[in-house]
């Protein structure tokens, strides 16, 4: 059960939100964000790992939901998809460690001898710049000052006067979008830049 609400209360909902009825997205929303940032804090390290998580999980909550297919209850379900948000999240992490580490031994070991300019590298950044410009106003202000600037999404939302959870779901929708985009139109660039 979920703070209070009953599964048949839920599954109402959730065929509601299937149907396009947008209400009860928010509806749905609303009454399962407490107990998704509950359990997203078993898996999370700290308060603003497990806000992220949450916010994942919500935002994804309306392409997801009609993966439901009724066969366990919903709550059983939202668990599950928070735990795989979670664990999905945890790994992005532990390749993100490993990636920078690796950098900051590039990094030195550069310093040391002349490099040759990567044209992957170049090409896929100028691609990432072409559909950040593409972005909405909003995401694209944000995505350039975490992404490209460095703030943390706490910095951002002090210095734009926003929730933090605001940021990182314009954030959360930025990269989503460039990355939909890359994976669309040059997904043999980023298989051959993965290599």
């Known amino acids: 059960m979920i703070a209070g609400q009953s599964d048949d209360e839920l599954q109402s909902l959730v065929t509601e939100v299937r149907s396009g009825r947008r209400v009860a997205l928010e509806r749905l929303l609303s009454r399962v964000h407490g107990t ?43 668990f599950t998809v928070t735990r795989n948000v979670a664990l999905s999240r945890r790994r992005r992490e532990a390749r993100r460690e490993t990636l920078l580490a690796e950098r900051q031994h590039k990094e030195v070991k550069e310093a040391t001898e002349p490099s040759i300019p990567d044209p992957d590298v170049a090409r896929l950044a100028s691609l990432v710049l072409r559909y950040f410009d593409a972005l909405p106003s909003q995401q694209k202000r ?25 940021v990182r779901g314009h954030l959360f929708k930025a990269r989503r979008c460039i990355r939909e985009q890359l994976l669309e139109h040059h997904e043999r660039l980023l298989k051959e830049y993965r290599s």
Request: no cysteine; net charge negative.
């Open 36 to 78: 998704v940032r509950r359990w997203a804090g078993r898996f999370a390290p700290d308060g603003d790992a497990a806000e992220d998580i949450t916010q994942d999980v919500l935002i994804g909550l309306e392409r997801r939901v009609h993966r439901f297919d009724g066969e366990s209850r919903f709550s059983t379900w939202l």
């Open 142 to 166: 944000i995505f350039e000052l975490v992404d490209i600037r460095g703030l943390t999404p706490a910095e951002v939302a002090r210095r734009l006067s926003m929730e933090q959870s605001t």
